[in-house]
């Protein structure tokens, strides 16, 4: 196979999956993984592609840090959708813990009134969307507010959320990232995220197809500590099958 033909076979494969690996390249193009780094290089001076470490993705994958009220109006049908597929993680009783995003802001809003629950959050705009449901108890967890996202961070936060064991998080990130793992744009919050996901026994990442392929500053946890992913039909088969093969429950909803 001649260079051109290894670009044009790197890019069509980027183009359906959305990612492609080194290792996997050098295994299907039967080439050592030097030879396909070179080639990624070359495919990235000429601006079709971005090289991570040991991948590649058609788009930038670094995320920054947004405003909610900006965030809220970008992928609505989407995020609509996973928020209602997500109730059905819900059972009378539960104890939950959710955090902070525009995703998981719909979530809330979607909960049904019959159902009793306590909820645990740090994010205000989440509280202010159950703060009328007659049947959940709120935990409101204290400490630093980050305007940008309309939730606490630091210390006191932190301190509240390990005194409590929930049954499930419903947590929304920044970036989903094969090898990097789970992200969000702040570190505190990334650390906040971290020790939410200690005190259950269930995490649900609820994330439209747009975050995938993407990385924050603040790395939350490996994909290997999430239980199951709820995400829309966006999103390749290429992703799909690799959080499977982690032992993940993916939903397209």
């Keep these: 196979m001649t260079i051109a033909e290894r670009h044009?076979?790197?890019l069509e494969n980027l183009q359906s999956a959305g990612y492609v690996s080194v290792a996997e390249?050098?295994?299907?193009?039967?080439v050592t993984?030097?030879?396909?780094?070179?080639?990624?290089?070359?495919?990235?001076?000429?601006g079709l592609l971005f090289r991570t470490h040991g991948s590649a993705t058609p788009v930038a994958p670094y995320v920054n840090d947004r405003p909610v009220d900006e965030k809220k109006l970008v992928h609505v049908s989407q995020k609509l959708t996973i928020a209602k597929k997500a109730i059905g993680f819900l059972q009378n009783n539960d104890a939950v813990i959710?955090?902070?995003g525009t995703t998981v802001v719909a979530f809330a809003q979607a909960i049904p009134k019959e159902l009793h629950l306590t909820i645990l959050t740090g994010a205000m705009n989440v509280t202010m969307a159950l703060l009328q449901n007659p049947n959940v108890e709120l935990v409101q967890l204290g400490g630093v507010v980050r305007k940008s996202s309309s939730s606490v961070v630091g210390h006191y936060a932190e301190e509240m959320i390990r005194?409590?064991?929930c049954s499930t998080l419903f947590l929304s990130v920044d970036g989903v990232d094969l090898e990097f793992g789970l992200t969000t744009t702040n570190m505190m919050e990334?650390?906040?995220n971290t020790l939410?996901?200690?005190?259950?026994?269930?995490?649900?990442?609820?994330?439209?197809?747009?975050?995938f392929g993407k990385k924050g500053f603040g790395k939350i946890a490996n994909l290997e500590d999430v239980d199951v992913v709820i995400t829309?039909?966006?999103?390749?088969?290429?992703?799909i099958e690799k959080m499977e093969e982690k032992g993940i429950e993916v939903i397209i909803a």
């Excluded at 993984?33 to 000429?46: A, G, P, Q």
């Excluded at 039909?233 to 290429?238: A, I, K, N, R, V």
Aim: aromatic share 6%; net charge positive.
């Design 196 to 211: 939410m996901i200690h005190a259950v026994q269930k995490t649900v990442i609820l994330a439209d197809s747009s975050k």
């Design 190 to 192: 990334a650390h906040l």
């Design 8 to 10: 044009k076979f790197i």
């Design 33 to 46: 993984m030097v030879t396909i780094r070179k080639d990624l290089k070359i495919l990235e001076d000429k």
């Design 98 to 100: 959710i955090g902070s």
């Design 25 to 30: 390249l050098s295994k299907k193009l039967n």
């Design 163 to 165: 005194q409590f064991a």
């Design 232 to 239: 829309d039909d966006g999103l390749s088969s290429h992703y």
